[in-house]
């Protein structure tokens, strides 16, 4: 429908494994990739190669929510919930109208009309990466460009904890790593503390919103 750029899509792999390269935490640490890498790696499932999909691993994730009279008493400092999406529009991508168009428009949507901000003023973004294009479509569908313009966007744009639009900073579940059952809970994490400003080597610059 919008053509597809397979450059475009492994930048969005080889930026988040550079940014797995500063994390000593991180599964792939100290092992950068290339574009070139990303295209000459197996099709697993045309257009995918390999190297744009998640690879489970042992592991685990965890945080601590509390209210806010007992956040204030912690030594690190608090990091607020101010806005929350969830929109479940099937059990599997299997049944899905659209594959393009995502639950995440209407998730998105719901979690920044709540905290009365827009994506334009996140300092980073933590989007699931079982797949590399799950990341670009997510990207449009929140907002941060428009539908279609996703490639480009990448393209455009520098995704590493460095970059001017931080996208995964930790190295994402591509390049950090998939702890099994737990998915997303590392982009939890990690959010949380970017903006606590704990995030070692990664930290991105100036983050209080994710």
């Known amino acids: 429908e919008f053509g597809y750029d397979p450059r475009a899509m ?9 940014s797995a390269c500063a994390n000593p935490s ?20 045309d257009p995918l190669h390999m190297l744009e999909i998640v690879m489970s691993m042992a592991g685990g994730a965890a945080i601590v929510v509390a209210r806010e009279d007992i ?14 999406g969830e929109h479940l529009a099937f059990k599997t991508p299997t049944y899905a109208e ?25 300092n980073m973004a933590s989007i699931y990466d079982c797949y590399t294009i799950t990341v670009l479509t997510s990207l449009e569908d929140a907002v941060f460009c428009p539908k279609g313009q996703g490639m480009a966007y990448v393209l455009d ?12 900073p930790h190295g994402g579940q591509l390049s950090f790593g998939q ?6 809970m590392s982009h939890v994490c990690d959010a949380t503390r970017q ?13 209080h919103r994710a």
């Open 195 to 207: 903006i606590q400003a704990r995030a070692g080597y990664n930290q991105v610059r100036d983050c």
């Open 71 to 84: 956040a204030r008493t912690s030594r690190r400092r608090p990091v607020r919930i101010k806005g929350f």
């Open 157 to 168: 744009h520098d995704l590493t904890f460095r970059g001017d639009f931080p996208c995964n």
């Open 98 to 122: 659209d594959m393009v168009r995502t639950p995440m428009t209407v998730a998105a949507k719901q979690a920044f009309s709540m905290a009365g901000l827009t994506p334009g003023d996140m």
């Open 179 to 184: 702890a099994g059952i737990a998915g997303g």
């Open 10 to 18: 492994a930048k969005i792999a080889v930026d988040q494994r550079t």
């Open 26 to 45: 991180a599964y792939f640490y100290g092992k950068p990739l290339t574009i070139e890498d990303v295209l000459a790696s197996p099709m697993i499932a």
